[in-house]
Nanobody
Framework: QVQLVESGGGLVQPGGSLRLSCAASGSIFSIYSMGWYRQAPGKQRELVAIINIYGTTNYADSVKGRFTISRDVAKNTVYLQMNTLKPEDTAVYLC??????????WGQGTQVTVSS
């Protein structure tokens, strides 16, 4: 079992920045990757960014150059630095962990709203 605690969402104006954090606890020794997904009202959940145990990252095309995913291995925490935010980035952002056996765990989600 893996427990995830997310933080850092909120309301920000277009062009602003936010940093999301997701701390993992439990069976952390078997984590293969950590990442962020988002889901806007009426839309499907989509991958935002992911980082694996080798440090390899992958980003959605819509956030490349604006968002950066990173991890603190000692703290078992993954971060998503979001810059130059746009109204279309508004969504619930969910932390995701994939174990080596392909088991998925999800955080409870944190709301990000980009609006003037």
């Amino acid at each position: 079992q893996v427990q995830l605690v997310e933080s850092g969402g909120g309301l920000v104006q277009p062009g602003g920045s936010l940093r999301l954090s997701c701390a993992a606890s439990g069976s952390i020794f078997s984590i293969y990757s950590m990442g962020w997904y988002r889901q806007a009202p009426g839309k499907q959940r989509e991958l935002v960014a992911i980082i694996n145990i080798y440090g390899t990252t992958n980003y959605a095309d819509s956030v490349k150059g604006r968002f950066t995913i990173s991890r603190d291995v000692a703290k078992n925490t993954v971060y998503l630095q979001m810059n130059t935010l746009k109204p279309e980035d508004t969504a619930v952002y969910l932390c995701n962990v994939i174990l080596r056996d392909a088991t998925n765990y999800w955080g409870q989600g944190t709301q990000v709203t980009v609006s003037s």
